[in-house]
């Protein structure tokens, strides 16, 4: 199933990090801590496909620094100036996903999809293109969306709103000063949750603990 996620991209696509130490983190304890904003208006997305780091920015302060997975080389996440165009949370995938009793379907390959794969707290920056929820390998993955982990993702949610500008290039000035703190996450050999799990609505839930703190 993890093929099917890898495709999600063109759909439409003992740890703590700081909202601003590099060994790999194990999954199972992966904690994303991310500030609210004293203005929501002044919120920005960063995104350094080089590093693969997506920081939120409101100025010159750090909401919140992550690692994501962009697109490989055959699928590049598209370079450039955008804007959050449309967020949806329970966004589910028209292609990929599963038939009515369980098993993976693909509508390229004449699947009949009767619930498609989840790509939770969807923000869109362009037609096919937008930050889900999605494993994160240490490579770029994907077929041009940018996934996040859970924590990751929920708060980039709670972060933006429709028309935070996004602002995607092959490096940013954040790698480096808060992108050397950044933790690396390694997903690509966690096990896929059941089916069962990935069809219920109640996937969709948020990660432990509060959202946004104040700082």
């Known amino acids: 199933m993890k093929r ?31 500030y609210k904003p004293h203005n929501p ?6 995104v350094s496909t080089s590093t693969q780091h997506i920081y939120v920015m409101e100025g010159d ?26 967020k949806i949370r329970t966004k589910r995938s028209g292609t990929y996903g599963f038939t009515a009793d369980g098993r993976g379907a693909d509508a390229h390959e004449g699947g009949n999809v009767a619930v498609g794969y989840p790509m939770g707290f969807w923000c869109g920056f362009s037609p096919g293109y937008g930050f889900h929820e999605g494993f994160v390998w240490p490579i770029p993955r994907t077929h041009g969306c940018i996934r996040l982990h859970k924590e990751a993702a929920a708060r980039l949610f709670a972060l933006v709103h429709t028309g935070t500008p996004v602002d995607i290039s092959s490096s940013q000035p954040e790698d480096a ?24 609505p109640s996937y969709f839930q948020d990660p432990p603990g509060q959202l946004l703190v104040e700082q």
């Open 61 to 86: 302060r750090c909401l919140m620094a992550v690692q994501g997975c962009v697109g490989d080389s055959a699928h590049p996440t598209p370079a450039g100036h955008f804007h959050v165009i449309e």
């Open 177 to 200: 000063t808060v992108g050397k703190t950044v933790q690396r996450l390694d997903q690509s050999r966690d096990p896929d949750p059941p089916a069962s799990r990935l069809m219920s």
């Open 41 to 46: 208006n002044n919120v920005s997305v960063k």
């Open 4 to 34: 099917l996620i890898s495709a999600l991209a063109v759909v439409a696509g003992a740890v703590v990090i700081t909202g601003c130490t590099t060994p790999m983190a194990p999954t199972t304890s992966y904690h994303v801590t991310a």
